[in-house]
């Protein structure tokens, strides 16, 4: 019930397309998801993060959609970038375990030009 | 957000020897947290360091084994002890400055011979 699954494992999309990773969730007490950016070498980035009271958030090229209902949510990357080739990791938290985050297994993301 | 550091970023080290990794934070932090990443793979929460007791570790990693200090809110170590080749990994530090929002340092890259 703790886990947080993620989908695709790895995604090739043309530059100037959307990308869009699909993650879900069992536990209904999660109230906090974040995406991270990781780049090889590098530890992950927070990128944008969403909480169940919105249905979308916004942030420049970068989307999260969540649907509580289903337990699911999604980061959408608009007009994909070659500079936005890493690794992508949805993760869920639950604010009563003093901000412990479960994560998925992660996207690896490459844009080609 | 908060500037994380590790010391060392990389590290060889023989089989049966300890490896301490420090994690200094730019400011007063309320949790610091140790994650490992396998290549390739995603983040698993080791323990979060606690200020003044004992840290929590989840299930599979004990404190024999990774002994964690945190001696004041800026600063906490990770000690890999008695280490193996299965211990090869980048070992992360985490921290949340109140809310849920976790920021990553740089990592600590482990390989063990």
């Known amino acids: 019930q703790q886990q947080v699954k993620q989908s695709p494992q790895s995604l090739i999309v043309q530059k100037g397309g959307i990308s869009i990773i699909n993650c879900a969730y069992e536990n209904t007490a999660f109230d906090y998801f974040p995406w991270y950016q990781q780049f090889p070498g590098k530890g992950p980035a927070l990128l944008i993060a969403i909480r169940p009271d919105v249905s979308e958030k916004k942030e420049g090229r970068f989307t999260i959609s969540f649907n509580k209902s289903a337990k699911q949510f999604s980061l959408h990357i608009m007009d994909s970038q070659p500079g936005d080739s890493a690794t992508y990791f949805c993760a869920a938290g639950d604010g009563g375990s003093q901000g412990n985050l479960i994560f998925g297994k992660g996207t690896k993301l490459s844009v080609k030009p | 957000s908060a500037v994380i550091s590790q010391k060392p970023s990389r590290d060889i080290c023989q089989r049966g020897t300890s490896l301490t990794i420090q994690c200094q934070v730019d400011s007063q932090v309320t949790m610091m947290f140790w994650y490992r990443q396998q290549p390739g793979q995603s983040l698993t929460l080791i323990a979060t360091?606690?200020?003044?007791?004992?840290?929590?570790?989840e299930s599979g990693f004990v404190i024999d084994k990774f002994p964690i200090s945190r001696p004041n809110l800026t600063f906490s170590t990770l000690t890999v002890s008695n280490m193996s080749p299965e211990d090869s990994s980048i070992y992360l530090c985490?921290?949340?400055?109140?809310?849920?929002?976790?920021?990553f340092g740089p990592g600590t890259r482990l390989t063990v011979l």
């Open positions: 360091a606690n200020q003044g007791s004992e840290a929590t570790y």
């Open positions: 985490s921290v949340a400055t109140g809310t849920d929002t976790q920021y």
